[in-house]
């Protein structure tokens, strides 16, 4: 059983930075940890991931260049840095995790989630 935490959500107007923190009861190493967002109505939509011994990263084409996903290994945390927000950033942001060191995009591969951080983007 896994347990995340996250935190840092927050309101911020259009070019602003976040940075998002995952707590996870686990050694993160061992795992692969993705950051998801939804919005109400919509499907649950994969933002990025670290996975293996190396931390290998892998993002969404619409975050691409802009967020930097990155872990702190000894506090097994992982971190999502986000510049340049936009609205369409507007979002509840979910930490997810799943046993294997294979980074993947697909929320129905993760089965362990936190309950999720709030981040809305003004324009």
């Known amino acids: 059983q896994v347990q995340l935490v996250e935190s840092g959500g927050d309101s911020v107007q259009a070019g602003g930075s976040l940075r998002l923190s995952c707590t996870v009861s686990?050694?993160?190493?061992?795992?692969?940890i993705a950051w998801f967002r939804q919005v109400p109505g919509k499907e649950r939509e994969g933002v990025a991931c670290v996975s293996g011994v190396f931390g290998n990263t892998y993002y969404a084409d619409s975050v691409k260049g802009r967020f930097t996903i990155s872990r702190d290994n000894a506090k097994n945390t992982v971190y999502l840095q986000m510049w340049s927000l936009k609205p369409e950033d507007t979002a509840m942001y979910y930490c997810?995790?799943?046993?294997?060191?294979?980074?993947?995009?697909?929320?129905?591969?993760?089965?362990?989630w936190g309950q999720g951080t709030q981040v809305t983007v003004s324009a």
């Open positions: 997810a995790a799943r046993d294997l060191r294979s980074y993947i995009l697909r929320a129905d591969q993760y089965n362990y």
């Open positions: 686990a050694n993160i190493v061992e795992n692969t």
